[in-house]
């Protein structure tokens, strides 16, 4: 028989998050109870929308009174735990529904995996783990503790059961998601109240590191973690993501002997932590050590991906330390053992696309056919039509353009059209004399960021098809306060670019020695005129280069010259950076030695 379950949530703000969550469990659950804290958008809209059963918490900064309400609601025999953000995935629903018509034992807390996504986007590739107490039998009197990060309180006699086979998707730690509900602010705020209370908790010092390491201040969040660390219990439940927080934090600071000193620390403690050989192999990387990274790397393969309890960075005993010995070899210029491993890495994990590129890299290096070099790649892939769009990037990342808009047309007949194709095909138009082309390529959403890009493409094949008034229109059509800041500088170029060809005084884009974006901008400009021998024009638009204050702007040009073979112009370019700014690094060294 079936044991039913009181899905017991606490919410606030959450009409972006909550859909898909409910979404994802309706079916399995058999009543939600959810304690909203103080929403003012259309969360209790949607959540009585799925049947929810919604109560009322006057926020007073306390998560685990906040949970302990919604405890008292649950009518059913068991409690499943799940915040806003949180999805049970498809792959995994199946394994939950055998787990419910099971013998549950009451006196369990079960833990589930929750693959938390950090960065920009959705990127399985971009996941840390770690365990949750997730399901627990009702009224056993079992509550939560801890103003923040709280954690589930019971009686002795209990016992912790991993279930390996469910995991959790969560989203809360994205950068948008961060930023909207300004997380960091309200957490940092709440444990330091919690530490003034309990100066002795580790706990919170631990959580007020990660905190601060999310905020991108390491010297502050290894304050807090050395705090967290005095007297060290390696038994606690976070003692050992303790340690390889304070490794990272140390590697990301550069101080390498503390890390590898914290490293031995660790492995001491807890022999299995594949993490810890991962990071020793990226301080033997950043240490110019290849043998010792690659042994490193080995033991993670040898030890494979840890279990649950040691469990933080997805992969680190599978496919990015696979993919890691393949940039190891790369770097010893072993092609054959490299591409064993970056292959090996792809079966590891299909869905991690960065080995593809290098093995992309190695067959150009090793001058492969053409006919052979296709049918090698698109071996790698088994969902076609839909891998066609991943094989013309890398094509194209490769400078292979005719081919990456064969696999674009192949998209298209297959009915595959994308904002991010449609810039890929513009991308390839422009490096292969294709201007007409270009110009005519269907216009972006002009709501879409990459309207202004795919635009000024537009606007340089004009330039190249001596349609300066074209060009001018294409530009002059934007107007800068509707646009973000990177389009903006994007506009101001192609505006001088447009000017420097028409004869009209140009003005400075930038005195900002730091600014960034403007030479990236420009030095696109001038590669796409190298690729297609526009030396004339490349003559008339280099003098963007005099309208930003950036001293490594020859540097830059320099090595933009001997990546396209034109040593002899590129070693001028670079003597100049040396003469008039005294810029150059060791790859300019070595183009001067050619």
Same mark, same amino acid.
């Given at each position: 028989m079936k044991n039913e379950i009181s899905l017991c949530m606490i919410v606030k703000n959450e009409e972006n998050y909550l859909p898909r969550c409910l979404e994802s469990i309706k079916d399995i659950v058999d009543e939600i109870i959810i304690v909203d804290t103080g929403s003012t958008d259309r969360t209790i809209e949607i959540a009585k929308s799925y049947g929810a059963k919604v109560y009322y918490f006057k926020w007073n900064n306390n998560f685990s009174e906040a949970r302990n309400e919604s405890l008292k609601y649950a009518t059913k025999d068991w409690i499943l735990i799940l915040d806003a953000d949180d999805e049970l995935h498809d792959d995994y629903k199946e394994n939950f529904k055998l787990l419910l018509n099971t013998q549950l034992d009451e006196d369990t807390l079960y833990f589930f995996e929750t693959l938390s996504y950090y960065g920009d986007i959705v990127d399985n590739n971009?996941?840390?783990?770690?365990?949750?107490?997730?399901?627990?039998?009702?009224?056993?009197?079992?509550?939560?503790?801890?103003?923040?990060?709280?954690?589930?309180?019971?009686?002795?006699?209990?016992?912790?059961?991993?279930?390996?086979?469910?995991?959790?998707?969560?989203?809360?730690?994205?950068n948008k998601s961060i930023i909207s509900k300004n997380k960091r602010d309200r957490n940092i705020a709440i444990l330091n109240e919690q530490i003034k209370k309990e100066p002795t908790n580790k706990f919170n010092y631990?959580?007020?590191?990660?905190?601060?390491?999310?905020?991108?201040?390491?010297?502050?969040?290894?304050?807090?973690?050395?705090?967290?660390?005095?007297?060290?219990?390696?038994?606690?439940?976070?003692?050992?993501?303790?340690?390889?927080? !304070?490794?990272?934090?140390? *590697? /990301?600071?550069?101080? #390498?002997?503390?890390? @590898?000193?914290? %490293?031995?620390?660790?492995?001491?403690?807890?022999?299995?932590?594949?993490?810890?050989?991962?990071?020793?192999?990226?301080?033997?990387?950043?240490?110019?050590?290849?043998?010792?990274?690659?042994?490193?790397?080995?033991?993670?393969?040898?030890?494979?991906?840890?279990?649950?309890?040691?469990?933080?960075?997805?992969?680190?005993?599978?496919?990015?330390?696979?993919?890691?010995?393949?940039?190891?070899?790369?770097?010893?210029?072993?092609?054959?053992a490299a591409y064993d491993y970056y292959i090996e890495a792809t079966k590891s994990n299909p869905d991690f696309i960065d080995p593809f590129y290098c093995i992309c890299h190695i067959l150009k290096e090793?001058?492969?056919?053409?006919?052979?070099?296709?049918?090698?790649?698109?071996?790698?892939?088994?969902?076609?039509?839909?891998?066609?769009?991943? !094989?013309?990037?890398?094509? *194209? /990342?490769?400078?292979? #353009?005719?081919?990456? @808009?064969?696999? %674009?047309?192949?998209?298209?007949?297959?009915?595959?059209?994308?904002?991010?194709?449609?810039?890929?095909?513009?991308?390839?138009?422009?490096?292969?004399?294709?201007?007409?082309?270009?110009?005519?390529?269907?216009?972006?959403?002009?709501?879409?960021?990459?309207?202004?890009?795919?635009?000024?493409?537009?606007?340089?094949?004009?330039?190249?098809?001596?349609?300066?008034?074209?060009?001018?229109?294409?530009?002059?059509?934007?107007?800068?306060?509707?646009?973000?800041?990177?389009?903006?500088?994007?506009?101001?170029?192609?505006?001088?670019?447009?000017?420097?060809?028409?004869?009209?005084?140009?003005?400075?884009?930038?005195?900002?020695?730091?600014?960034?974006?403007?030479?990236?901008i420009i030095l696109e400009i001038c590669e796409i005129l190298l690729i297609n021998n526009k030396f004339d024009e490349l003559k008339i638009a280099v003098n963007l280069l005099n309208l930003i204050n950036n001293n490594f702007a020859l540097l830059y040009l320099g090595k933009l010259y001997n990546n396209y073979g034109y040593i002899d112009i590129a070693k001028k370019e670079i003597i100049r950076s040396i003469k008039e700014f005294d810029i150059y690094d060791s790859v300019g060294l070595d183009i001067l030695k050619k």
């Amino acid at each position: 028989m079936k044991n039913e379950i009181s899905l017991c949530m606490i919410v606030k703000n959450e009409e972006n998050y909550l859909p898909r969550c409910l979404e994802s469990i309706k079916d399995i659950v058999d009543e939600i109870i959810i304690v909203d804290t103080g929403s003012t958008d259309r969360t209790i809209e949607i959540a009585k929308s799925y049947g929810a059963k919604v109560y009322y918490f006057k926020w007073n900064n306390n998560f685990s009174e906040a949970r302990n309400e919604s405890l008292k609601y649950a009518t059913k025999d068991w409690i499943l735990i799940l915040d806003a953000d949180d999805e049970l995935h498809d792959d995994y629903k199946e394994n939950f529904k055998l787990l419910l018509n099971t013998q549950l034992d009451e006196d369990t807390l079960y833990f589930f995996e929750t693959l938390s996504y950090y960065g920009d986007i959705v990127d399985n590739n971009c996941i840390t783990v770690n365990l949750n107490p997730r399901m627990f039998k009702n009224n056993r009197e079992i509550y939560y503790e801890g103003r923040i990060h709280n954690q589930l309180v019971y009686k002795q006699g209990k016992y912790d059961t991993i279930c390996s086979s469910i995991k959790i998707h969560h989203y809360g730690y994205l950068n948008k998601s961060i930023i909207s509900k300004n997380k960091r602010d309200r957490n940092i705020a709440i444990l330091n109240e919690q530490i003034k209370k309990e100066p002795t908790n580790k706990f919170n010092y631990f959580n007020l590191g990660n905190e601060y390491t999310s905020l991108g201040d390491v010297k502050k969040a290894l304050k807090y973690y050395y705090k967290a660390y005095e007297n060290f219990d390696p038994n606690t439940g976070f003692s050992s993501i303790l340690l390889l927080r !304070i490794i990272i934090s140390n *590697y /990301n600071i550069q101080e #390498y002997n503390e890390a @590898l000193n914290f %490293i031995d620390i660790a492995c001491g403690y807890y022999p299995k932590f594949t993490d810890l050989y991962f990071f020793k192999a990226l301080v033997y990387k950043d240490l110019g050590k290849p043998t010792l990274q690659i042994k490193a790397l080995k033991k993670c393969i040898e030890l494979g991906e840890p279990s649950s309890e040691l469990k933080f960075f997805h992969g680190s005993g599978s496919f990015k330390a696979y993919y890691e010995l393949g940039n190891s070899y790369m770097g010893l210029n072993d092609y054959d053992a490299a591409y064993d491993y970056y292959i090996e890495a792809t079966k590891s994990n299909p869905d991690f696309i960065d080995p593809f590129y290098c093995i992309c890299h190695i067959l150009k290096e090793k001058r492969t056919s053409l006919d052979k070099f296709k049918s090698i790649m698109e071996s790698l892939f088994l969902d076609f039509p839909t891998s066609y769009a991943t !094989i013309a990037d890398i094509f *194209y /990342n490769e400078g292979f #353009y005719k081919i990456s @808009l064969e696999y %674009i047309e192949k998209c298209a007949k297959s009915g595959i059209v994308t904002e991010n194709l449609t810039m890929l095909k513009a991308k390839c138009f422009v490096r292969t004399n294709a201007f007409d082309e270009c110009i005519n390529i269907d216009t972006i959403d002009q709501n879409s960021p990459t309207h202004v890009h795919l635009s000024m493409y537009k606007a340089l094949s004009s330039i190249l098809n001596n349609n300066y008034d074209l060009a001018s229109s294409t530009v002059g059509s934007f107007k800068e306060n509707t646009l973000s800041e990177y389009n903006k500088k994007l506009l101001n170029v192609y505006s001088e670019l447009v000017k420097l060809f028409t004869n009209e005084p140009t003005a400075m884009l930038s005195e900002d020695e730091n600014e960034k974006d403007y030479i990236i901008i420009i030095l696109e400009i001038c590669e796409i005129l190298l690729i297609n021998n526009k030396f004339d024009e490349l003559k008339i638009a280099v003098n963007l280069l005099n309208l930003i204050n950036n001293n490594f702007a020859l540097l830059y040009l320099g090595k933009l010259y001997n990546n396209y073979g034109y040593i002899d112009i590129a070693k001028k370019e670079i003597i100049r950076s040396i003469k008039e700014f005294d810029i150059y690094d060791s790859v300019g060294l070595d183009i001067l030695k050619k």
